[in-house]
């Protein structure tokens, strides 16, 4: 065991020495639309192979990345554009957060347009949407407002994608799980109507719509106790859906609606105004739980995972091993079963599940039930988590593994 522990170091520190040549489009994982690309199974026994093939997967996973965002630009430029940092972001528009008069004065005698703007109560901010000058690119666009706006905060509507897959599986049976009172909300697709949930609401064009990546987040929730599930949908039929904004949308209702929790199976870049809204929504003393994406450990970090306080959190396989293609946050608190698992699709059918994306819904479902319990949440999770690993929090299973035995069959 502890020479398998000393290789599995190795192999982390050969993948993050990976060059950074394919990381035009940092912090981004797999595009719900189309369907999320399948993970080759084979990464199932990588953790077996020797630090070079491990190096060369780290690659692939960077350079399939970047490709996807690639095709994703080409094809959806009537709506999508590439940022000041190369992040895919909706075409044409920029956001400010609680601007002062004196900074929308200044943005329209520079040819900006006010688009429209949205006070988001529950989270105690405004958000502000700039249209940007006619014939102005976005990355362009961005530089000449901080030039004339440089106090204002500023933020593109960056574009965040879902990070898991699902494959069709025989019927399986369930086993049932304590009930948790707990609230918990997730911002996803919507989920199927066979994945009964309290409320699920819209935040983009065509939302709520059923998805298979929602439904499996909501089954997974379900599946492990939680009564009460609130659904935000912030993808729809919307080619530029997952946007920073549709998220802040989503945050507020769920703020305003009770929800304790909030699951996010999201990956995206780091982006002020979101950053800013999930620090509201911790200062009211919601716990929030987010994917570390499935871009490998060479990525560049992965948010909101990465912001601070938010439970950042990996997967790991029906072996206890840590997803080879798992990516990477500031921090990580937790992992928990990401692979050899199942979860309900749209139509209601048993799925097989990999990515992260699914970790994330278990780790939501015990601090919930911690919330339930009263006193502290974390120290409950904490003594929860079995430690895998080094001895002690590490850099592959954070403080350690939740919810072994959810999502297996029942």
Not at 99 to 114: K, N, S, Y
Not at 292 to 312: H, I, K, R, T
Not at 327 to 334: I, N, T
Request: proline share 7%; charged share 20%.
């Amino acid at each position: 065991m502890r020479a398998l522990l000393a290789a599995l170091s190795a192999c982390a520190v050969a993948l993050l020495a990976v060059p950074a040549a394919g990381q035009l489009l940092p912090g981004v994982s797999l595009p719900p639309v189309p369907q999320v690309p399948v993970v080759n199974d084979t990464l199932d026994r990588t953790l077996d192979r020797p630090v070079k093939e491990l190096q060369r997967t780290a690659g692939r996973l960077l350079d399939q990345r970047t490709k996807r965002i690639e095709r994703l630009l080409r094809r959806e430029r009537a709506s999508i554009e590439p940022d000041a940092r190369g992040e895919p972001a909706r075409r044409g528009e920029l956001l400010l957060v609680d601007a002062a008069p004196d900074v929308l004065a200044a943005a329209r005698a520079a040819g900006f347009a006010e688009a429209g703007s949205d006070r988001l109560e529950s989270l105690g901010m405004t958000v502000t949407r700039l249209a940007l000058p006619r014939g102005t690119a976005l990355a362009d666009g961005e530089a000449l407002l901080r030039r004339v706006a440089p106090q204002a905060e500023i933020a593109p509507d960056n574009l965040h994608f879902q990070s898991g897959r699902a494959a069709l599986l025989s019927a399986v049976g369930a086993a049932a799980s304590p009930a948790i009172a707990t609230t918990v909300g997730m911002i996803d697709g919507a989920p199927g109507g066979v994945v009964p949930v309290a409320a699920s609401k819209g935040f983009a064009k065509g939302a709520p719509a059923a998805s298979n990546h929602g439904s499996a987040v909501a089954s997974l929730l379900a599946g492990a106790g939680v009564r009460r599930v609130l659904a935000a949908d912030v993808y729809g039929t919307d080619p530029a859906g997952g946007n920073a904004l549709a998220i802040v949308r989503a945050l507020d209702w769920l703020a305003e609606s009770g929800a304790k929790v909030v699951s996010i199976s999201l990956v995206g870049p780091r982006n002020a105004v979101l950053e800013k809204a999930i620090a509201a929504l911790r200062r009211k003393g919601v716990v929030v739980v987010a994917a570390v994406g499935n871009d490998g450990p060479a990525a560049p970090p992965a948010y909101p995972a990465s912001y601070p306080g938010v439970l950042a959190v990996t997967g790991v396989d029906g072996r206890g091993r840590p997803l080879i293609e798992a990516g990477r946050a500031l921090h990580l608190d937790y992992a928990a079963p990401g692979a050899d698992i199942r979860g309900r699709g749209k139509s209601g059918k048993w799925l097989k599940l990999r990515g992260t994306s699914f970790a994330v819904p278990l780790v939501a479902a015990r601090a919930a039930a911690a919330l339930d319990r009263g006193g502290s949440w974390q120290a409950t999770l904490d003594r929860e988590a079995e430690d895998l690993g080094p001895r002690g929090a590490d850099d592959r299973y954070g403080r350690g593994l939740l919810c072994k035995g959810c999502g297996r069959r029942g």
